[in-house]
């Protein structure tokens, strides 16, 4: 329980003592480590850090934060970038001890909102099945990535995270607990799959799941240049010929050996049991890639899906994992995609991307896309046009932060005013008149969710979508 005498000690008025199951800390250390994220550029102090034991733990405390005022929100592995779960004097909510897993179908799994991708894939791969779309970095936690989407390698065939949910328990801004589905309450189910954290916070979901891919066939592309790799993507969309397919542009060093130069790549792979391997020839036919330069590797689906491992664990070990990462993540409407991230990649210095930084420029149908929170541009096909940035060691790191947001606002302008759209995990300062542009004619919708479901605007205050006062 929270004890009455230690919150009228930090200013809070003296009210009945909140029954818990769970505690809440006020150590020093622990609202630190809460006032902190991935990205490491803002930083808000809570009042404690609540570690629930239920969700009517969870719901104790947002009726509470929303009587006295104060903001709370919800934190998984704490992979914002942008201080989106973080509380200036409310309550932090720590969601790592919500990670229980069980099957509840041939095809389903209902898991806690604080378990990461990674604990689910260990829990389905004995069954032989595995969610359709997982993100790169496997260690994000559940409700963190249903809050926002869910992108990954193969969200051009499955459509975002959010869209093989079947279920979702959640605790709303009136800490009321309720369960939601496309049946039952669908207001709620639709306002908070990608609803970042505004409506309610997410404490369990249930998954539709598909059968594992026994192997990978990898084919690692170069190209000469962003117009072919490009249109390579929409061949290769048009076709249906990839399981998994994710475009990067990167920096090697150039002919002189000095300065930098834009090398542009292709990672498509197709999914096969030992039995059946894929005719090499017949995967790239009619591809403009570089082919002598072409990568061809067959390996596990679990080798695959933890690739990204060996890349976190290299930005490790140079330290670059713990410093700040401005990352700025959009999607590009397809038609004119090349032209628009050609633009935008003049203004980009090699230093703004760092020393292992890489550029993500993936093709996707939108109409694979049925979340509604999920905005996409105007077009068939859409690009995820993401700066992966790291941020140089050392005392020019605040400089640095300061010319990089500067950057990534100036190319937001310019992606916006070409018909693209934030993916809202970036590093990027938006308030309410921003995300009314972002959402467009769903505004009033957004706004009207706003409150009914959270009417004392308490939950998850960092994103600024609704200011009050």
């Given at each position: 329980?929270?004890?009455?005498t230690?919150?009228a000690?930090?200013?809070l008025p003296?009210?009945?003592?909140l029954?818990?199951d769970?505690?809440?800390?006020f150590?020093?250390?622990?609202?630190a480590?809460?006032?902190d994220?991935f990205?490491?550029?803002i930083?808000?102090?809570?009042l404690?850090?609540?570690?629930?034991a239920?969700?009517?733990?969870i719901?104790?405390a947002?009726?509470?934060a929303?009587?006295?005022?104060?903001g709370?929100a919800?934190?998984?592995?704490?992979?914002s970038?942008f201080?989106r779960?973080?509380?200036?004097g409310?309550?932090?909510?720590?969601?790592t001890?919500?990670?229980?897993?069980?099957?509840?179908?041939?095809?389903r799994?209902?898991?806690?909102a604080?378990a990461?991708?990674?604990?689910?894939?260990?829990?389905?791969?004995?069954?032989q099945?595995v969610?359709?779309?997982?993100?790169?970095?496997?260690d994000l936690?559940?409700g963190?990535?249903l809050?926002?989407?869910g992108?990954?390698g193969?969200?051009?065939?499955?459509g975002?995270?959010?869209d093989s949910?079947?279920?979702?328990?959640?605790v709303?801004?009136?800490?009321?607990?309720v369960?939601?589905?496309p049946?039952?309450?669908p207001?709620?189910?639709?306002?908070?799959?990608?609803?970042?954290g505004?409506?309610?916070i997410?404490t369990r979901?249930?998954l539709?799941?598909?059968?594992?891919?026994?192997r990978a066939?990898?084919?690692?592309?170069?190209y000469p240049?962003?117009g072919?790799l490009?249109?390579d993507?929409r061949?290769?969309l048009?076709?249906d010929?990839a399981?998994?397919l994710?475009?990067?542009?990167t920096?090697?060093?150039?002919?002189?050996g000095?300065a930098?130069?834009?090398r542009h790549?292709?990672?498509?792979?197709l999914f096969?049991?030992?039995?059946?391997?894929?005719d090499d020839?017949?995967v790239l036919?009619?591809?403009?890639?570089?082919r002598a330069?072409?990568?061809?590797?067959?390996?596990s689906y679990?080798?695959?899906v933890?690739?990204?491992?060996?890349f976190t664990?290299?930005?490790?070990?140079t330290?670059?994992?713990?410093?700040?990462?401005?990352?700025?993540?959009?999607?590009?409407?397809?038609?004119a995609?090349?032209?628009?991230?050609r633009?935008?990649?003049?203004?980009v210095?090699?230093?703004d991307?760092?020393?292992h930084?890489?550029?993500v420029?993936s093709?996707l149908r939108?109409?694979?896309?049925?979340?509604?929170?999920v905005?996409?541009?105007?077009?068939?096909?859409?690009?995820?046009?993401?700066?992966i940035?790291?941020?140089?060691?050392?005392?020019?790191?605040g400089?640095?932060?300061?010319?990089?947001?500067e950057q990534?606002?100036s190319?937001?302008r310019?992606?916006?005013?070409a018909?693209?759209?934030?993916?809202p995990?970036s590093a990027?300062?938006f308030?309410?008149?921003?995300?009314a542009?972002?959402?467009?004619?769903?505004?009033p919708?957004?706004?009207?969710?706003?409150?009914?479901?959270?009417?004392?605007h308490?939950?998850t205050p960092?994103?600024?979508l609704?200011?009050?006062?």
């Open positions: 329980m929270i004890d009455r230690m919150r000690s930090r200013g003296r009210r009945e003592v029954p818990l769970g505690d809440v800390s150590a020093d250390d622990v609202r480590a809460a006032a994220d990205g490491h550029v930083r808000r102090m809570p404690g850090v609540l570690r629930p239920s969700a009517r733990d719901a104790v947002v009726r509470w929303a009587d006295t005022g104060r709370i919800a934190r998984g592995q704490g992979h970038t201080g779960s973080q509380v200036d409310g309550v932090v909510v720590d969601m001890g919500f990670d229980e897993i069980h099957r509840t179908g041939d095809d799994l209902t898991v806690g604080g990461t991708w990674r604990s689910v894939l260990a829990a389905t791969l004995p069954d099945l969610p359709p779309v997982l993100p790169n970095f496997l936690s559940v963190g990535t809050a926002v989407g992108v990954g193969t969200t051009h065939r499955y975002m995270q959010t949910v079947c279920e979702l328990e959640v709303t801004g009136e800490g009321r607990i369960t939601c589905s049946r039952d309450n207001e709620l189910f639709h306002s908070v799959r990608a609803g970042l505004q409506f309610g997410i979901a249930t539709t799941l598909i059968p594992a891919p026994t066939r990898r084919y690692t592309l170069a240049d962003l072919r490009a249109a993507q061949l290769l048009g076709e010929r399981d998994h994710q475009g990067a542009i920096l090697d060093a150039g002919p002189d000095d930098r130069a834009w790549q292709l990672e498509m792979v096969h049991d030992l039995a059946d391997l894929p020839d017949a036919a009619g591809l403009a890639d570089e330069q072409a990568q061809i590797e067959d390996m679990v080798d695959h933890e690739a990204f491992d060996r664990e290299l930005v490790r070990s330290g670059e994992w713990a410093a700040p990462h401005l990352w700025w993540l959009t999607f590009l409407p397809g038609s995609a090349d032209d628009i991230a633009a935008a990649l003049a203004e210095a090699p230093e991307l760092g020393t930084g890489m550029v420029f093709a939108t109409s694979r896309i049925t979340t509604p929170l905005r996409m541009p105007d077009d068939d096909i859409a690009f995820t046009f993401n700066l940035r790291f941020a140089p060691p050392g005392p020019v790191v400089e640095y932060v300061d010319r990089v947001l990534n606002a190319l937001y310019r992606v916006l005013a018909g693209g759209v934030l993916y995990v990027l300062s308030r309410p008149q921003d995300w542009e972002h959402f467009r004619d769903l505004w919708a957004v706004r009207e969710a706003k409150e009914r479901f959270d009417p004392a308490c939950l960092g994103y600024e609704i200011v009050s006062g």
